[in-house]
């Protein structure tokens, strides 16, 4: 639903659905573990709670590139000028540390003079 949000209501509506989600599965993503012969507990559900608080502490910048359209939606594009870098690193396995940022440095000069 992320990726569908294009107006400032669209981010509205979002935010507000996620804090109605939380509200109904609160005690389900609070919910924990005790073990009684360590007197320790976990939050049993741990990567869902994780999820969700990672996101809500994302929204504040989450939805700039509805007021400035120069701003990508997603990752998507720098994800794969770094995968492109990522492989010729690795053709170049050999490399001692300072070589491998003069060579990260002079792949970004070049690439951006296209």
Do not use: C
């Not at 107006?7 to 507000?16: C, H, I, M, S």
């Not at 996620?18 to 573990?33: M, R």
């Not at 709670?49 to 910048?61: G, Q």
């Amino acid at each position: 639903m992320l990726l569908k949000i294009k107006t400032e209501n669209d981010k509205l509506f979002w935010v507000k659905e996620l804090h109605e989600w939380y509200s109904t599965h609160k005690e389900y993503i609070n919910e924990k573990t005790f073990r009684e012969e360590t007197k320790r507990y976990w939050y049993t559900h741990k990567l869902l709670r994780r999820s969700y608080f990672t996101i809500k502490r994302a929204l504040p910048n989450m939805f700039h590139y509805l007021q400035n359209p120069g701003i990508p939606k997603t990752t998507n594009g720098i994800e794969g000028y770094f995968s492109h870098l990522k492989n010729h690193l690795d053709l170049h396995r050999g490399l001692t540390p300072k070589n491998r940022i003069n060579f990260i440095k002079w792949y970004v000069y070049f690439s951006n003079e296209k």
